[in-house]
């Protein structure tokens, strides 16, 4: 019998009325009794780790969620992480990062509706992030609405359906329906060693564009942050007449702050050196996003920037895919 550690962050899925509505309110056990489905053999250990609605996560409690799997990794066959689905993403993201090696499925998961409701889909959910924690298998991992995705590609797309969920530039890795897990691929299995790496720096902004952008934000950005990433237009255009960024850019690179160039688009990615507004800002020392989703590129860079403030460097680590978050390569100049 698999040994499985359930670990409850808060989130949807632990929601109860509560005087200003839903607030995180059931603990890990409570979950686990609203859960009933006697066809899995598993024996499974819970835990609270934190009862808080994911808009209020921070840098800082992915530190702690890791800390916990690394802590009791030994002990257990799979982990279960009940969270929150508005920055699930974004934490699935993170612990991709921050654990490495492992030999052992880490599997994050939520609901739209609470599992103490009539109608809901957190038992579903449940039922199958429990199935997966099982599988021989290594990484970080989204299950949802039946849809099994590599945790740096997940990003949430609706608000309110089931279907929250897509894998974005990645095809699922499994999907599952009535405890069947049925495999499109599965991600190759290493040798290395777990280690736990939680080094963040969080002091990084994304600012999105849209025709108007003052350049002189640029001037508040630098004071405060040491990484910024601009979600710019289709395959990564920055423009240059009128409000002209790119001068502003150029001194955010030479006081030593990190410029990432993605794009608003949310499939394919971008490639700077397809047209002259892309090439014009390529000419500086910027990152390029390849087609990694923005919740893989914000935990990336904050775990970047943990290690190093060297461009370059960061530049390095940024560009090197890891734990399936970048499939593209670049076409650059001679």
């Given amino acids: 019998m698999k040994k499985l550690l359930l670990l409850a962050t808060g ?11 839903l607030v995180p309110g059931l603990s890990a056990k409570d979950l686990l009794d609203y859960f009933n489905d006697t066809s899995l053999s598993v024996d499974v250990t819970y835990q609270i780790l934190m009862n808080r609605d994911s808009t209020n996560m921070q840098p800082e409690h992915w530190v702690e969620i890791a800390e916990a799997v690394h802590q009791n990794y030994d002990q257990y066959d799979g982990f ?21 090696g492992l030999q052992k499925p880490v599997v994050v998961t939520g609901s739209q509706v609470p599992i103490s409701f009539k109608h809901t889909d957190a038992k579903k959910n449940l039922s199958d992030a429990l199935l997966f924690a099982c599988e021989n298998i290594g990484g970080v991992f989204v299950v949802f609405d039946g849809r099994v995705m590599m ?24 999907m599952i329906k009535e405890n069947r897990i049925t495999y499109y691929w599965q991600p190759e299995r290493n040798e290395l060693k777990l280690t736990l790496d939680t080094s963040l720096c969080p002091d990084v902004f994304v600012l999105k564009l849209h025709p108007g952008t003052n350049p002189e934000i640029f001037d508040f950005l630098k004071k405060l942050y040491k990484g910024v990433i601009i979600e710019s237009y289709g395959n990564g255009g920055v423009p240059f ?9 150029k001194e955010l690179i030479d006081e030593g702050v990190v ?8 499939e394919e990615g971008g490639d700077l050196y397809l047209y002259e507004v892309g090439r014009k800002v390529a000419q500086y020392d910027v990152i390029l996003s390849g087609d990694m989703n923005k919740e893989a590129i914000v935990a990336k860079l904050m775990w970047a920037l943990g290690k190093t403030t060297n461009i370059i460097e960061v530049k390095q680590i940024i560009e090197t895919p890891l734990a399936w978050d970048l499939s593209i390569t670049w076409d650059t100049e001679d």
């Fill in 11 to 21: 989130g949807t899925i632990a929601s109860i009325e509560g005087e200003e509505g």
């Fill in 80 to 100: 279960v992480i009940t969270h929150g689905t508005d920055t699930l993403s974004f934490t699935s993201a993170a612990l991709s990062y921050m654990l490495q």
């Fill in 151 to 174: 945790g740096t590609r997940a990003v949430k797309m609706r608000t309110k359906s089931y279907d929250a969920f897509e894998s974005i530039n990645l095809p699922y890795v499994a």
């Fill in 241 to 249: 007449e009128q409000r002209n960024l790119l001068p502003k850019i």
């Fill in 259 to 266: 410029v990432l160039i993605s794009t608003q688009c949310l």
